[in-house]
């Protein structure tokens, strides 16, 4: 089974959080893995290719924002929880304010 790096959040800065939050495509899919619960990508229903979402979803997993587990061929995606200890209550905010 293939294995994905995470970046250690140390390194994480908050330029590169707030870049990768501020695409909207990005927003849509915090905002809908913000129930706390893990989700395939197909289940999200954002309207671009897979190929585009892939691309997002490789953004926000190299920002520390997400985490994604493969498993088999699918992959099951979530928000990171130890990012709120990097960057206390920016996702809070940042979906209070969508």
């Known amino acids: 089974m293939r294995r994905l790096n995470h970046p250690n959040l140390d390194e994480v800065t908050l330029v ?11 927003l849509e899919i915090v905002r809908k893995l913000s129930d706390g ?22 953004t926000l997993r190299n920002a ?8 088999g061929t699918r992959c099951w995606h979530s928000l990171r929880p130890e990012f709120d200890q990097r960057f206390p209550g920016l996702l809070t905010k940042v979906l209070e304010l969508l």
């Open 16 to 26: 590169k959080a707030l870049s990768a939050l501020g695409d909207p495509i990005r």
């Open 64 to 71: 520390g924002v997400v985490f994604i587990r493969p498993e």
């Open 37 to 58: 619960q893990e989700h395939q990508g197909s289940e999200l229903d954002v309207k671009v290719a897979q190929s585009t979402l892939s691309h997002h979803f490789t």
